[in-house]
């Protein structure tokens, strides 16, 4: 199989495009904003008017997985139309090219958690509606709404994966890198929140497998399938978990105070994913204990 990844210099793009390729055999190809002279089927994209019709006019893929886009919700506060283009505007020129030059392509959008915003009960389903609570939120459901017009107008197979808190080696920003930043620098580190706010944890290896269930079990039919463990872990569990790893004893204080944007709670149904075969691999403290090995040899 042939299978494009755009954002492949991404936390999860490059996971996605390295064990795609080393672990499942794919025939791999990328594309991202950044210059890269050595590695072969890459495509550099101009990141101020990405245009993708000539990568697929001169080139045929069975499937094209979207890992690009911003995942900064402060930053979509303070800049909208860069995250509503990244998020948004992008996923529609992708899926114009698709439909002009290879709509038998198969299309695979990684969609956000934040559509949700803050579920009125737990776990999420995929049938709940989705308030979002900021322009990150906004954009990614608009995203899922671009890929369904385009199934249902133009018949391109189209799938939409809601991600929830993933996590692991590459990732150099959100809470544990934030954590080790300060953690690094201060005895005392101060958090947003009370600590009891809580998130579904994915491991990067388990996202990886999760998506490649999808990419080959899904009905692609514009559906939204959610992407997570199905457990609910309090932040600050995850946070006294990770500080173990660390030498010492580092005390951690809770502003009480939330950042714009942030959910409150969140525990997602993972039936659908279950049902194409998905089993998590990765315990928290596991994950942890990797992403900490990783970061502190950097």
Not at 249 to 271: C, H, M, N, R, V
């Amino acid at each position: 199989m042939k299978v494009l990844i755009i954002g492949s210099k991404g936390f999860i793009g490059s996971a996605v495009a390295f064990q795609f390729s080393a672990r499942f055999g794919y025939e791999v190809y990328e594309s991202d904003v950044a210059v890269d002279y050595a590695k072969k089927n890459y495509f550099l994209i101009d990141a101020t008017n990405a245009d993708y019709h000539s990568l697929f006019r001169d080139f045929r893929f069975d499937a094209c997985i979207n890992c690009s886009g911003a995942a900064n919700v402060s930053d979509s506060l303070m800049n909208p139309l860069r995250d509503y283009t990244l998020n948004t505007f992008n996923v529609f020129k992708l899926l114009d090219a698709i439909r002009i030059y290879q709509p038998s392509c198969k299309f695979l959008n990684l969609s956000s958690a934040a559509v949700y915003g803050n579920p009125v009960e737990l776990p999420v389903n995929e049938k709940m509606v989705p308030q979002p609570v900021s322009p990150y939120g906004e954009h990614k459901f608009q995203a899922e709404l671009i890929a369904r017009e385009f199934y249902n107008y133009y018949k391109i197979s189209s799938c939409s994966v809601r991600i929830f808190s993933a996590y692991g080696p590459g990732l150099k920003k959100q809470l544990f890198w934030d954590i080790y930043k300060k953690a690094t620098a201060y005895e005392v580190i101060e958090l947003f929140g009370t600590g009891q706010e809580s998130r579904d944890f994915i491991y990067i290896d388990d996202l990886v497998n999760a998506i490649h269930c999808c990419l080959n079990n899904a009905r692609f039919e514009s559906e939204v399938i959610n992407i997570a463990n199905g457990e609910e872990i309090s932040v600050q569990h995850a946070v006294t978990t990770f500080l173990s790893y660390f030498p010492g004893k580092k005390e951690i204080y809770f502003s009480k105070t939330s950042k714009q944007g942030d959910p409150l709670y969140w525990k997602a149904d993972i039936s659908l994913l279950k049902g194409m075969g998905y089993k998590a691999s990765t315990e928290l403290e596991t994950g942890l204990g990797n992403y900490y090995s990783w970061i502190t040899q950097l």
